[in-house]
């Protein structure tokens, strides 16, 4: 049975805005949803809070708060919120929908990766956890099913469910929260957490993408946990004989039992794996793993919240790929040539042909003398140097330094170069020059005054004051207009980095108190809605109800919670009651004709006079059994 249909929030209006088409996903916390923004006309996902966990104020409150602090993480691989409300019991979060697949899926498909397409896919997913690691959060969850590859081959970083700000207690009670495969020694021992133990998870799901496999394996996830706690992570190379040294060196760098050795946070991480990738040669880029292609794949461990499409959609990703199959390239090196056919003596050559073939061969060896000679050299790895470390490096290679250009860089750190012109391990004539190009360290902006404006005029303030529009959260006022802006997080004239995402406090106006219609009919329910400031949307479903076939059997939002004016409110109609057949319970025992009536679906009342006080046998009742009564409804039983 396909349990969508029986889900009540699809084909819901949610908030009188989010038109819910399919569930997708369902979490511990949340279940997530395939939605239409109906005013922006979008498609996006909600994250709707169990029922469960939303009568719990306390939950709610830092569900909300979280929210909020990952909404400002305006980073393009990150999957943003864009805005978060409560309809009823449901408290929900309108997030970017990304259709696409999951790295875990890709690593089914195609095994072990080449390093180029490991670090293609690694180091978006530092940027974004960078962002999050200066920001004050550390995500917790890091494993492949939650990196998300899109369509059009953007990566992003997915549930930050587990987010928690980095100066508050982290420590869990009883559970360690995160795959075992991806946890930090610490994150078991202890049940804390920094952003280490997400250093710690980039650098086993690197090792995954060399090898096609995991580190540590075992029976149970407890062997997993101790394996963890007493065993380093081997070296790549272990798996994958010929991989690059300092690829092996970046696993043990971030993979370190102790917290202290690994890099401090995913930014400095970035880092190492950009001077990394400077080291390596094209060659060992492009090497292809044995592992590649592997269909087997343990993941008995592994759980995700993210439903992913099908691999038919993945996108051609660079990984295992040359530019035409290796195979057909080595056949028509191999194949040998054909016989020439035999010729008699060569004719006589002339001086002139003879001198020229002389000169032609003279000419190709100079050539190939000079190209070998030392005129030429590769541009040496500078990435992550100070400008200092740069210039002596090309000096000692023997080239010059060219024009030096700065820009600002959230990822790299100030003073050191976040790029080169011609670019590292490229072939460049002795004495040439190359230009760097230095980090100055993130930009910093201040937050404009937006109290006031309409939001789209307060989004475009933000974005010529190089911030970017977070979270929209919309609040009752009196004293705001509706659309209008009452407050912004961070406040006005915060100094922060450009690009942050700041979010926005937005009216919904005055409130309305939405009025009880349930049991009235249509036509008197929508009038006195509309009376109220508030739109009518009928839902397409019918359902049973105790109310009679076209009366209102239930609304959303529910009587006597509070709307803005111009909100929609979903009117379920009433099929009638359900019809149920009355069991014959004349002849027996009061107990027993109670029983059988309730387990039917009847409120029982007795009706035992004045010679029924003393009675235990049922002479009569309301309706004869084998006909039918409306579900719910009281049957009468008499006694004597």
């Given at each position: 049975m396909d349990t969508t249909l029986q889900d009540p929030l699809v084909g819901q209006l949610l908030d009188g805005r989010y038109r819910v088409d399919a569930r997708i996903a369902v979490g511990g916390m949340a279940t997530v949803y395939r939605a239409v923004d109906t005013r922006l006309d979008r498609v996006l996902a909600l994250k709707v809070m169990h029922p469960a966990l939303a009568t719990d104020g306390t939950f709610v409150e830092r569900f909300i708060r979280e929210a909020k602090s990952v909404a400002r993480l305006a980073h393009p691989n990150v999957v943003q919120v864009f805005d978060q409300g409560a309809d009823g019991s449901y408290v929900y979060l309108a997030m970017e929908y990304v259709s696409g697949c999951t790295l875990r899926d890709v690593l089914r498909e195609r095994g072990a990766l080449q390093p180029r397409a490991a670090l293609d896919i690694l180091e978006p997913v530092l940027a974004a956890l960078g962002a999050a690691h200066r920001a004050g959060f550390v995500h917790r969850d890091m494993k492949p099913e939650n990196v998300l590859i899109g369509d059009d081959g953007r990566v992003k970083v997915a549930d930050f469910g587990l987010v928690r700000a980095v100066d508050t207690v982290t420590s869990t009670t009883g559970s360690v929260l995160g795959t075992v495969s991806y946890l930090a020694p610490e994150q078991i021992e202890q049940g804390s957490a920094d952003p280490r133990v997400d250093v710690y998870a980039c650098g086993v799901v690197l090792y995954e993408m060399l090898t096609g496999a995991k580190p540590h394996s075992g029976d149970s996830p407890?062997?997993?946990?101790?394996?963890?706690?007493?065993?380093?992570?081997?070296?790549?190379?272990?798996?994958?004989?010929?991989?690059?040294?300092?690829?092996?060196?970046?696993?043990?760098?971030?993979?370190?039992?102790?917290?202290?050795?690994?890099?401090?946070?995913?930014?400095?991480?970035?880092?190492?794996?950009?001077?990394?990738?400077?080291?390596?040669?094209?060659?060992?880029?492009?090497?292809?793993?044995?592992?590649?292609?592997?269909?087997?794949?343990?993941?008995?461990?592994?759980?995700?919240?993210?439903?992913?499409?099908?691999?038919?959609?993945?996108?051609?990703?660079?990984?295992?790929?040359?530019?035409?199959?290796?195979?057909?390239?080595?056949?028509?090196?191999?194949?040998?040539?054909?016989?020439a056919p035999r010729r008699s003596a060569p004719p006589r050559r002339t001086m002139f042909t003879i001198i020229a073939a002389v000169l032609l061969v003279l000419g190709v060896g100079t050539g190939v003398w000079y190209i070998n000679s030392g005129q030429f050299t590769k541009v040496p790895p500078l990435l992550a140097k100070t400008e200092a470390e740069a210039k002596d490096r090309l000096a000692d290679a023997g080239l010059e330094v060219g024009q030096i250009e700065h820009a600002y860089s959230d990822t790299v750190k100030r003073g050191t170069v976040i790029s080169t012109d011609p670019a590292p391990g490229a072939r460049i004539r002795q004495n040439d020059s190359v230009a760097l190009t230095i980090s100055d360290g993130p930009e910093i902006v201040k937050v404009p005054d937006l109290a006031g404006y309409r939001l789209d005029k307060a989004r475009d303030l933000l974005k010529d004051s190089g911030l970017e529009p977070g979270m929209v959260t919309r609040e009752f006022s009196d004293d705001v207009t509706k659309g209008f802006v009452i407050s912004s997080d961070p406040q006005t004239g915060?100094?922060?980095?450009?690009?942050?995402?700041?979010?926005?406090?937005?009216?919904?106006?005055?409130?309305?108190?939405?009025?009880?219609?349930?049991?009235?009919?249509?036509?008197?329910?929508?009038?006195?809605?509309?009376?109220?400031?508030?739109?009518?949307?009928?839902?397409?479903?019918?359902?049973?109800?105790?109310?009679?076939a076209g009366q209102v059997a239930r609304q959303s939002p529910q009587a006597d919670s509070r709307a803005a004016e111009g909100d929609t409110v979903t009117l379920t109609l009433s099929k009638g009651p359900e019809m149920v057949e009355v069991p014959d319970v004349v002849g027996d025992s009061v107990d027993e004709a109670r029983q059988q009536l309730e387990d039917a679906g009847f409120q029982v009342d007795e009706d035992r006079g004045l010679l029924g006080l003393f009675g235990d046998e049922v002479q009569g009742q309301s309706v004869e059994g084998g006909e039918t009564a409306p579900k719910g409804s009281t049957i009468t039983i008499e006694i004597g």
């Open positions: 407890a062997q997993v946990l101790y394996k963890h706690i007493h065993d380093d992570v081997p070296p790549p190379s272990a798996a994958v004989p010929g991989l690059a040294y300092e690829l092996d060196e970046l696993v043990a760098s971030a993979t370190s039992r102790t917290p202290d050795v690994r890099p401090h946070d995913a930014v400095a991480l970035l880092a190492q794996v950009r001077e990394a990738r400077g080291a390596l040669g094209a060659d060992q880029l492009d090497a292809i793993p044995p592992q590649a292609l592997t269909a087997e794949h343990d993941n008995a461990d592994d759980r995700t919240s993210v439903i992913p499409r099908a691999l038919t959609a993945l996108r051609q990703l660079p990984v295992n790929e040359d530019d035409e199959p290796r195979l057909n390239r080595t056949s028509r090196l191999q194949a040998p040539p054909a016989p915060t100094k922060t980095r450009a690009g942050t995402a700041i979010a926005l406090t937005v009216s919904k106006g005055s409130p309305v108190d939405v009025p009880d219609v349930t049991g009235r009919d249509l036509d008197d329910a929508r009038d006195e809605l509309q009376e109220a400031g508030l739109k009518v949307r009928i839902a397409s479903q019918r359902v049973n109800s105790e109310y009679d």
